[in-house]
C-alpha cells in the first residue's frame, strides 16, 4: 500500500507532456486519473521511476459535435461522459457504458483517454468504442496520427501507441439512431465484467465487441457477419466466441465465460433490435 | 423497509440516535494510526510468500543500508525477547497438540504472510523500502491446503507434533447406550450430507494497528491497539513478554469493527512491544489491506458431515456430526474453540431425544490461522442443521416449514433443558416463524412458484427459511471452566455518581462499532432517574477500566449491560439509606422514580438523586458509619447463556441461463429479548444479515494447490457493497430472558446466523425442480451454472 519511491512533474500542455516522457525515457508513465495505475503502484506491480502528471492539462477536456462524429478528449471524465447530451443524443450507447465503469469514485477521477491507453480488456470503454468503430488520435513527438480502434489493442495492456506517444482524442461515430445495447455481467456493480457486451444494429449492419474474453477487447465479426447475411439473433449469438480466447480466473472458466458471451450477446441483439 | 414497533414511553426501548456517531461519520474519531507519537519507530515485516518453507538464510545488509533503518531482524534474532510462545487460550482437549509459535518464524514459514522478518525505521516508508530489500532463501516444501489431504498426514507441517491432528473432541449423549445407531437404523428418514464452510476473511473497515509506547524511566508500557479485547491482550502481552501486569496498559482507541478478527493476541502486538522496550523509542505499525488479507486470522474453514434420523412424521430420533476443522497454520487465541461453540447448536431449534453423537477432528494446514468470525462455530452448526432439515424435507416430500414446525421445541417446554444438559431459558419458534411466513408472504411465493418454475423457465423463484438458536452471553463461568477455556466469562461495571448529579459508568466491554457508550448510557438513565447525556462511559483503557473481559460473542450487553444495571441497583440503595436518613424516614417507606426518593403516600416528603449526589460529596450528614461518595462495582457472572432466537426467509430469483441469483425479499424476525435501542438492534441484524448473506453469495477466500491466497485484494474477495445487497424487513418477538434483570439477550450475531443458510435454501429450493440438491457456498453465478448443468445432465443420461 506504499509505492516505491518515484518522481513526479506535471504537465501544462500535451507537448510538454510529450517532451518529458521523451526525456525521462521507459519508466516514466503518464499519470490521468489514476484509477488504474495507482493501485498497481500501491501493491508495487508497477514501478515507474517518473510519473508525468496530465491531469491539469485543461485544453484535453471536452466532447464536442464534430459533424460525423463526436470528438471526446483523452482527460474527459467518465461522469462526463456519461452525462453528456450531446452523446445521449448520437452516441446513447457510450454514455450508458460509462455509467457502468467502476463506482461513481472513478467515474469521477477515472479518464476516457486513460482507461483506452490502459488498454485493460476487462474494461468498459475499450470494447464499447471498438464496437462503435471509434478512432483514437495519438501525439507525438512528430505530430499526431490517427489510430482505428480496431488496430489499438495489441496484447493485454499492450496498445499501439509508442512510448513517446499520448492519446488525445477518441472519434466516436454518430450512431444515427441504431438500437443498441450494453450488457455488463458481474457479481458486485462496482466490479469489471466477468463477460459484458457492447452492441448496436442498423438494418443489416452490426458491432458487437466483447469486454474481458480475450487478452484485448474482442470485436465479434463473426456475429456480425453472421447478422448481416440474415442469420437470426439466437444462430448469430452462438458465434459470440468465435475471435475470443477466454481466460479462467476466479468467477469464470473459460467455459462459462464462452457460455456467458453467447446468452449476453444474444440478449444484447434481442434489445439492440427491439 | 423496517417494521416499526410501539415503544415503551421511558429511555430503554427508544431509538436514540447514537452518540457515537457524529465524531465516526466526520472522521474527528481517533483511530491507533491517528496518534500522534512524537519520535515512534515504524514497523514493517517482511512476509513468507510461501506457504510451507524452510527458512535457509535471512540477509539484512541491504535493509539495514536503507536510510532511516534502525534495525532489522530475523526471527532468530529476536528468540531472546520471548518469554514464552504466542497464546492460546483454549487447549479444548488435555492432549491438543499445539506447535510453538513465535511472532517471528525462525526455521520454517508455514503460510504465505508468515512473518520471517522485520524492519524498524524513522519512517513508514523507508521500514517499507527496506523490507522489500530483505533478502530471505527459502527452501520451499510441499503445501497442505486441503483438509482431508492435511489429514492423511502426507506431508506434516510441524514435524516435531509427528501429525497434522490438533485434537479430536467428541460429544456423545444417549439416553441408553447404543441409542444413535438404534435410531438411525429404525428411522422411516435419514439424510447424510457434506457441507463445506468456506474460508473467510473478516475484513474489518480498520485494518490492525498497533502502537507501543513506553515510559522513559521505571518500565511502563502503554499499548495502543485495534483490538476487540484491551483487557486479555493486556494478561497476554505480559505474560509473553515477562512485563510485570501492573506495568502493563493497554488503550483501544476508535476500533473500526472486528467481527472476530480482533479477538486476538498478533505476532505485531508483541513485536511492537518488545522492540519498544529494546529500543527504548515508541514503534508502530500499520497493517496494509494486503496484509490483512494475508495476516490478520480468516473465519470458518469447515467440513460438516450431519446425518439425520427422523421418524415417520418427520419427528427428528437422532442426529450425527462429524466435522473436520482447519485451524490454518498455528493456533491463535482462541482457534481450537471455535468448532465447539456450534457443537451444542446441531440439532438447532428442535426438539431432539437423547440421541446425539458430535465429533470434532482438527487439522493443521499451511494457510492463515483460524480463529473467531462473527458467530464463531454457530453459523456454521445452523447452516448444517437448517440446511439438513430441508434437505429432510425434500426427502419425505412435505413443505420445509411443515417439518420445521413438528420438530420446534414448543413454547410450553420452555424452560428446556436441552440433550446437551444446556437450559433453553425461553423461546418461542413458532410465533417467530409464523411471523416471519406473514411479512414473507410465504404461501403467496409458493403459489407464484407453482406457476413460474415451469420446465425452461429462465427465471425461476425459491424461499429459504432458517430457525436457529444462538447460544451467546458468553458466558457462566463454570461452563468455559468444563470447555477448558483458560478465562472467565464475567463482566464488571463500575457506576459514580459525581457531585454534580453526572454520572461516570467504567465497563470492561470494549466497544469496536457496537454504540456502547449509547445503549450503556440509557440502562444507566433508566435506572438513575437521570437524561442519557448525563452519563459518561468509559471503557477499552486497562488504566480506566482495569477490569473486564471485552466483547466479543454477543456478551456486551447481556453480561456487561446486565453488569450496569447491577451497579446501578447498589447505587440506588446506598442513596436511598442517605435519603432515608435525611428524611428521617424509614427505608421501606421510601420508593425511587424519577430520579426521586419519595415517601410513600406522602409525595411531598422527596429528595432527588441530585440532592442525595452533592450529600454524599460533601459528606456533611450521612449515617454513622456510611463511607461517602456514590459509587458501586459489581462484577457479574451470568447464570447462563442468553438464547436469541429467530426465523429468517428469504427469497430470491435465479436466471438459469447465467447463474445469476437475485435475492428479491429478506425477512429477518429475531427475537433478542428486550431491546435497549431498537436502531441498535436494526443496525446489528442489518450488518450481520449481510455478512451471513456474503458467504452465501459472495466472499471465499480462494487459495492456489501452493497455498497462495488468490482473493488477496478487495477486487477478489468480493466484499458486498450496498448496491449488491436487498433492503430487508425486520420484524421481531420479544420474549425477555428471564435470567438477567434487563430481560436482554444479545443481538450481534443472530442475522450472520440466520443468514447464510435462509439464502442457500432458497437458491436451492429455486432449482429444486431441475434436480439440483445442494449448492456450494458461495453460491456464484458459475458455482449455480455448473450445478444446474451436473443436475439436468444427470438427469438426462
Known sequence: MIPAAFDYVRAGSAEEAIALIGEHGEDAKFLAGGHSLLPLMKLRLAQPSVLVDIGRVEDLSYIRDAGDHIAIGALTRHMDVEKSPLLAEHVPLLAHAAGHVGDPQVRHRGTMGGTIAHADPASDLPATTLALGATYVAQGPNGTREIAAADFYQGFLESALAADEMLTEIRVPKMGGAGWSFQKFNRRAQDWAIVGVAAWRRNGDSGVALVNMGSTPILATSVSGALAQGASVSDAAQLAAEEAEPQSDLNASPEYRVHLAKVLVRRALEQASA | ?797
Open chain 2, 1 to 797: 423497509m423496517t417494521d416499526l414497533q410501539e415503544r415503551p414511553a421511558g429511555v430503554l426501548g427508544s431509538r436514540l440516535l447514537r452518540r457515537e456517531d457524529p465524531a465516526l461519520l466526520t472522521g474527528e474519531a481517533k483511530y491507533t494510526n491517528d496518534l500522534n507519537v512524537p519520535g515512534a519507530l515504524h514497523l514493517a515485516m517482511v512476509r513468507s510468500p510461501y506457504a510451507h518453507a524452510r527458512i535457509t538464510s535471512v540477509d539484512l545488509s541491504a535493509a539495514l543500508a536503507v536510510p532511516g533503518v534502525v534495525a532489522a531482524y530475523s526471527g532468530a534474532d529476536l528468540a531472546g525477547l520471548w518469554a514464552g510462545p504466542m497464546p492460546c487460550a483454549w487447549p479444548v482437549t488435555e492432549d491438543m497438540k499445539n506447535p510453538p509459535h513465535y511472532p517471528v518464524a525462525t526455521g520454517t514459514a508455514c503460510y504465505v504472510g508468515d512473518g520471517v522478518a522485520c524492519v524498524l525505521a524513522t519512517s513508514a516508508t523507508a521500514a517499507r523500502d527496506a523490507a522489500e530489500l530483505v533478502d530471505v532463501q527459502y527452501e520451499p516444501m510441499e503445501a497442505v491446503v486441503d483438509l482431508e489431504d492435511a489429514l492423511s498426514d502426507r506431508v506434516v507441517i510441524h514435524t516435531d507434533l509427528g501429525t497434522n491432528k490438533s485434537y479430536q473432541w467428541d460429544l456423545k449423549i444417549e439416553g441408553e447406550p447404543g441409542q444413535v445407531d438404534a435410531a438411525f437404523a429404525a428411522a422411516a428418514y435419514t439424510v447424510k450430507e457434506r457441507y463445506v464452510q468456506q474460508r473467510l476473511i473478516p475484513v474489518a473497515m480498520e485494518p490492525r494497528a498497533v502502537c507501543a509506547v513506553p515510559q522513559p524511566f521505571g518500565g511502563d508500557m502503554t499499548l495502543y491497539s485495534a483490538t476487540q479485547v484491551p483487557h486479555i491482550l493486556k494478561v497476554m502481552t505480559a505474560l509473553t513478554l515477562g512485563i510485570p501486569e501492573h506495568q502493563m496498559r493497554v488503550v483501544a482507541p476508535s476500533v473500526g469493527g472486528g467481527f472476530g478478527s480482533k479477538l486476538n493476541v498478533y505476532a505485531e502486538e508483541l513485536l511492537c512491544v518488545a522492540l519498544a522496550r529494546k529500543h527504548g523509542a515508541p514503534v508502530r505499525w500499520n497493517e496494509t489491506r494486503s496484509e490483512n488479507h494475508l495476516a490478520t486470522i480468516q473465519g470458518r474453514g469447515q467440513i460438516q458431515h450431519i446425518e439425520l434420523a427422523a421418524d415417520a412424521d418427520g419427528k427428528l430420533t437422532a442426529v450425527r456430526v462429524r466435522l473436520l476443522a482447519d485451524m490454518g497454520a498455528y493456533l491463535q487465541l482462541v482457534t481450537p474453540g471455535i468448532p465447539l461453540l456450534g457443537a451444542f447448536l446441531y440439532a438447532g431449534v428442535y426438539d431432539l431425544p437423547l440421541a446425539y453423537d458430535f465429533s470434532c477432528t482438527s487439522v493443521f494446514t499451511t494457510l492463515t490461522p483460524t480463529d473467531a468470525y462473527r458467530g464463531a462455530g454457530r453459523p456454521e452448526a445452523t447452516y448444517a442443521i437448517e440446511r439438513a432439515m430441508d434437505a429432510l424435507a425434500d426427502t419425505m416430500g412435505i413443505d420445509p416449514m411443515e417439518l420445521r414446525r413438528r420438530n420446534f421445541i414448543r413454547k410450553e417446554q420452555f424452560p428446556y433443558t436441552a440433550m446437551t444438559g444446556l437450559v433453553y431459558d425461553s423461546g418461542d419458534h413458532d410465533a417467530a416463524a409464523t411471523k416471519a411466513a406473514e411479512l414473507a408472504d410465504y404461501d403467496g411465493v409458493r403459489a407464484r412458484q407453482a406457476a413460474q418454475n415451469v420446465p425452461g423457465a429462465k427465471k425461476v423463484i425459491g424461499i429459504g427459511q432458517a430457525s436457529y438458536f444462538e447460544m451467546c452471553g458468553l458466558a457462566p463461568s463454570r461452563v468455559l471452566a468444563s470447555l477448558n477455556y483458560s478465562a472467565g466469562g464475567w463482566e464488571a461495571a463500575t457506576v459514580r455518581v459525581l457531585p454534580t448529579n453526572k454520572i461516570q459508568v467504567v465497563t470492561g466491554t470494549a466497544p469496536h462499532g457496537q454504540g456502547h457508550e449509547t445503549a450503556w448510557s440509557m440502562i444507566v438513565a433508566e435506572k438513575m432517574g437521570v437524561a442519557p447525556e448525563d452519563v459518561d462511559v468509559l471503557h477499552s483503557d486497562t488504566a480506566i477500566a482495569p477490569l473486564g473481559l471485552d466483547t466479543y460473542g454477543s456478551r456486551s450487553l447481556p453480561v456487561g449491560g446486565v453488569a450496569i444495571a447491577m451497579a446501578c441497583d447498589k447505587v440506588i440503595d446506598k442513596a436511598k439509606k442517605i435519603a432515608a436518613h435525611q428524611l428521617e424516614a424509614d427505608e421501606a417507606d421510601l420508593e425511587f422514580a424519577g430520579g426521586t426518593f419519595s415517601v410513600k403516600g406522602t409525595p411531598d416528603r422527596a429528595l432527588p438523586l441530585a440532592a442525595i449526589a452533592f450529600e454524599a460529596f460533601t459528606a456533611h450528614n450521612l449515617p454513622d458509619g456510611m463511607e461517602p461518595n456514590l459509587e458501586a462495582h459489581t462484577t457479574y457472572d451470568p447464570p447462563n447463556f442468553s438464547w436469541p432466537f429467530g426465523t429468517h426467509i428469504c427469497t430470491v430469483e435465479v436466471d438459469t441461463e447465467t447463474g445469476q441469483v437475485d435475492v428479491l425479499q429478506y425477512v429477518a424476525v429475531d427475537d433478542c429479548g428486550v431491546q435497549v435501542n431498537p436502531l441498535i438492534v436494526e443496525g446489528q441484524v442489518h450488518g450481520g444479515v449481510i455478512q451471513g448473506l456474503a458467504q452465501a453469495l459472495f466472499e471465499e477466500a480462494v487459495y492456489d494447490d501452493d497455498g497462495n491466497l488468490k482473493s488477496g485484494t478487495l477486487a477478489e474477495y468480493l466484499v458486498p457493497a450496498a448496491s449488491d445487497v436487498p433492503s430487508l424487513t425486520l420484524g421481531h418477538t420479544v420474549t425477555p430472558s428471564p435470567t438477567n434483570q434487563l430481560g436482554v439477550k444479545g443481538i450481534g450475531e443472530a442475522g450472520t446466523i440466520g443468514a447464510a443458510p435462509a439464502v442457500i435454501n432458497a437458491v436451492v429450493d429455486a432449482l429444486s425442480h431441475l434436480g439440483v440438491r445442494d449448492m456450494p457456498m458461495p453460491a456464484s453465478p458459475q458455482n449455480v451454472w455448473a450445478a444446474i448443468n451436473a443436475a439436468t445432465q444427470g438427469a438426462s443420461k
